[in-house]
């Protein structure tokens, strides 16, 4: 349950830091592409009106930069797909793709003390009848 709470947690810190980059700045679900065994619908993630309420305008809160898998606090790479560096399956040296949005996601929102920290807050069932 730990695990899949961080996992969590994670994928909404992945996307936390993005301003309002033009690639992402319409984006309201993670592409599901790229999991190949899915266990919960896609994230859900208004990307402008996260940064908006969360007054984030640094891309490389969440798009970060370097080389080699070392950061640059300097370089952001907003743009260019989470993929070309986080491959989908475990390769020696690098962040799964799945981890690393989990780990970013969730990572800022327990530093922020804010944000949605369970499975289901961020993965939400569009066809669940929704609680009153």
Same mark, same amino acid.
């Given at each position: 349950?730990?695990?899949?709470? $961080?996992?969590?947690?994670?994928?909404?810190? #992945?996307? +936390?830091?993005?301003?309002?980059?033009?690639?992402?700045?319409?984006?309201? #679900? $993670?592409?599901?592409?790229?999991?190949?065994?899915?266990?919960?619908?896609?994230?859900?993630?208004?990307?402008?009106?996260?940064?908006?309420? &969360?007054? $984030? *305008?640094?891309?490389?809160?969440?798009?970060?930069?370097?080389?080699?898998?070392?950061? *640059? @606090?300097? &370089?952001?790479?907003?743009?260019?797909? +989470? &993929?070309?560096?986080? @491959? #989908?399956?475990?390769?020696?040296?690098?962040?799964?793709?799945?981890? &690393?949005?989990? /780990?970013?996601? $969730?990572?800022?929102?327990?530093?922020?003390?804010?944000?949605?920290? =369970?499975?289901? /807050?961020?993965?939400?069932? =569009? =066809? !669940?009848?929704? !609680?009153k």
């Amino acid at each position: 349950m730990t695990r899949y709470l $961080i996992l969590a947690l994670t994928l909404t810190a #992945v996307l +936390c830091g993005a301003p309002l980059a033009f690639s992402q700045g319409d984006m309201l #679900v $993670i592409k599901p592409e790229a999991f190949t065994a899915p266990r919960r619908p896609p994230a859900v993630f208004p990307h402008d009106a996260h940064n908006e309420k &969360a007054k $984030i *305008d640094d891309c490389a809160a969440c798009h970060h930069g370097g080389e080699n898998g070392v950061r *640059d @606090p300097k &370089a952001t790479s907003e743009g260019v797909p +989470c &993929a070309d560096c986080h @491959p #989908v399956v475990a390769a020696p040296g690098r962040t799964p793709l799945m981890r &690393a949005y989990h /780990q970013q996601c $969730i990572g800022c929102h327990l530093e922020k003390k804010a944000g949605p920290a =369970a499975c289901g /807050q961020c993965h939400v069932d =569009a =066809a !669940a009848p929704k !609680a009153k």
